[in-house]
């Protein structure tokens, strides 16, 4: 089971939910790059050959670690994407952050394509 809060997120913008890469053990999850890869499920490769991620989905850094922001509107406009990232989470035994979707929110901003 994932380890859930529910609390303002401000340090990340137009955050509705965050899967952080942390376990409910305290544990950095691997590899380290696992929230750019699974943004990247989500996503479609651009006539330039870079991936362009779902625009209510990307990688972000929270704190010290990786994390998956997804923005809000996510359950509505793209349930089985949602879902699927929630089932994610919880067998990874990921921490999930439930954020409200307050406007404005803070500076941090999620990645649109992959470098």
């Known amino acids: 089971m994932s380890h859930y809060t529910s ?44 991936i362009r991620f779902h625009p209510l989905v990307g990688p972000a850094r929270v704190g010290e670690g990786n ?4 923005r809000c ?16 989470a919880h067998s990874n035994r990921l921490t999930v952050k439930e954020c409200g979707c307050a406007a404005g929110g803070g500076d941090g901003e999620v990645a649109r394509e992959a470098h």
């Open 7 to 50: 609390q303002p997120c401000p340090e990340i913008r137009d955050a509705r939910w965050v899967i952080q890469g942390i376990t409910a053990e305290g544990e950095l999850f691997r590899p380290s790059d696992w929230a750019q890869r699974l943004a990247g499920v989500a996503g479609e490769v651009g006539r330039d050959h870079r």
């Open 67 to 70: 994390a998956l922001v997804m």
């Open 73 to 88: 509107g996510i359950e509505q406009q793209a349930p089985e994407l949602f879902a699927y990232l929630m089932a994610f």
